[in-house]
């Protein structure tokens, strides 16, 4: 990842995750609120309740390690850790939510471990994960293959990816128009994000680098109602006190979230889950001696 994105991706999450622990709470990413999006529930419910429907989908129902590819502070990392009695371990570009999670674990009394480290560099030896969970990291990701790769990488044979992202729609029988690429453009720069790429592509990328067993899914009408509920909670004096003090950068991406409802709204942002196995004959061959 180049320098001047990481900077950027960790200036952005330095300044705004007190704000949003303090408004929102530890999950920092979409609410699921039905598979029609029509459900009203409580917010932070909502959030929960995407990291299991996403586990019920992607059928995993045991692990003993995972990974948190951009963990925020800690949450879902902390929610797998206790759901499965699982060891866990999640990375970050912000030394400043590494701190936090550090701290929530430790007062949760759930051990884990938090690291600032690049996903494309990931400091991790090969086939150590059961799971690599990616909740909406992938789209800060400059090189998507690399990404993948890197998660292919350091999962063990017979191991889970389970990644959620935002996309773009799809455009193999449409290519965005000059309005739609601006719109995003306008998206990349407020939330820090090189581009994004549709689910297809996503799926073709994983199905290159050897991934098996893959299912993927939009989940667009699901989560699109956060945004309005995102927008609803700003208006609150705390909330708006703590904008003030979080910075311009944090500001921008609150007067902007407005980008994201009419992306959802127009059919231009898609939420993409893909759910992918590292095939067991990925095992290293055993030497046998004479």
């Known amino acids: 990842m180049t320098t001047s994105l990481q900077n950027q991706i960790q200036q952005f999450y330095d300044a705004s995750s007190g704000l949003w ?12 609120y039905g ?8 917010r932070r419910q909502a959030q929960i309740d995407l990291i299991d429907e996403l586990l019920s989908w992607s059928k995993v129902t045991h692990v003993t390690s995972v990974l948190d590819v951009g963990c925020g502070i800690g949450g879902s990392s902390l929610y797998l850790a206790e759901k499965f009695g699982a060891a866990a371990t999640g ?22 471990t938090f690291l600032v480290a690049d996903a494309l560099a990931m400091p991790f030896a090969d086939n150590s994960f ?12 400059p090189d998507k293959t690399q990404f993948l790769s890197e998660c292919y990488r350091v999962l063990r044979p017979g191991g889970t990816l389970m990644l959620a992202t935002w996309c773009h729609r799809e455009t193999d029988m449409v290519p ?10 306008k998206i990349y720069q407020v939330y820090c994000l090189p581009y ?7 799926a073709v990328i994983a199905e290159e680098l050897g991934f098996q067993a893959m299912r993927t899914d939009d989940w667009s009408k699901a989560v ?3 945004w309005a509920v995102v927008v609803r909670s700003a208006f ?3 909330a708006l006190w703590g904008l003030m003090r979080s910075g311009w950068t944090t500001i921008q991406a609150a007067l902007s979230m407005g980008l994201m409802q009419r992306g959802y709204r127009d059919g231009l942002i898609t939420f993409g889950v893909l759910c992918a196995q590292k095939p067991e004959s990925d095992r290293p061959q055993e030497t046998l001696g004479d």
């Open 21 to 32: 622990e303090q408004v929102w709470g530890e999950h920092m990413h979409h609410g699921h």
């Open 130 to 141: 059961d799971l690599v969970w990616s909740l909406e990291s992938g789209e800060h990701m």
């Open 91 to 112: 990375i970050t570009l912000s030394p400043v939510q590494a701190r936090r999670a550090e701290e929530r674990s430790l007062l949760a009394k759930i051990p884990a």
């Open 176 to 185: 965005l128009t000059p309005r739609e690429q601006k719109h995003l453009n």
């Open 224 to 226: 699109a109602p956060f």
């Open 35 to 42: 598979a029609d999006g029509t459900i009203p529930k409580e």
């Open 236 to 238: 609150s004096w705390s």
């Open 196 to 202: 994004v790429i549709s689910l297809s592509n996503y």
